[in-house]
């Protein structure tokens, strides 16, 4: 291991700025919900963002543990003591990393069609069993673990050393108090994606269904 770099107050300031928004949005767009992604080849796959995961994803050596990190995040209220002076990352790696971190809200959202689901990310410090690489954002995160929760937020131009890589035609998801995945964040507009998705039809909401047909009748 290299030597840990020191960041100063202004440093941490920067860094700050960049977690007050990333919270809130994390708060809102990812945390307790599900996302059902469907691929080119019509492969259906599940992820899940999670609170204690947050402060890892920012690569922040902090003095709070992982729940108090993230409450202060999204209210707004981290202290620069509450960040360590010396880190195992440079300034510039975390700033782009909370940079990133504060764009989380396009990550799933953004109507794009350079979005990737890769299987089996390879990368200098571990492997990944599913990722999506969002090109367009140049954000990339790792899922991990029998739910597939986040496990590390990369730079999209360092992940593409992956076993498979898709395109993905849609990505729904759900509350974790929902049965049924019942909001589309972004879909193709691929025609035939509803007769495709036979194997599913039990997981999605009537008014996503409906959503569906109406796309195949254009």
Known sequence: ??????????????????????????NKYLLG???????????THKIRFVK???????????????NNFYNNCLKGIISKSAIDDFQHYDFKTLCKKCS???????????????????ENLHTNTADYPVAV?????????GFRGNL??????????????????KRILCILSRNLSEKRFSNINYISNLKDIFENLLNIQNDI?????????YITDI
């Open 100 to 118: 990133r971190l504060a764009k989380i809200d396009l990550f799933l959202n953004a109507e794009t069609n350079s979005t990737l689901f890769l």
């Open 205 to 213: 909401s009537e008014i996503v269904l409906e959503r569906f047909s």
């Open 133 to 141: 690489n969002n090109v367009s954002l140049d954000v990339c995160v």
């Open 1 to 26: 291991m290299g030597s840990r770099k020191k960041l100063d107050e202004k440093q941490k300031d920067t860094l700050i700025g960049y977690l007050k928004t990333a919270g809130p949005k994390y």
């Open 148 to 165: 597939f929760e986040c496990a590390t937020l990369r730079t999209s131009a360092n992940s593409f050393n992956a076993d498979t890589s």
């Open 52 to 66: 204690r995961k947050f402060n890892h994803l920012t690569g922040l050596n902090t003095s709070l543990n992982d």
């Open 33 to 43: 919900k599900e996302f059902l992604i469907v691929c080119d080849d019509y492969s």
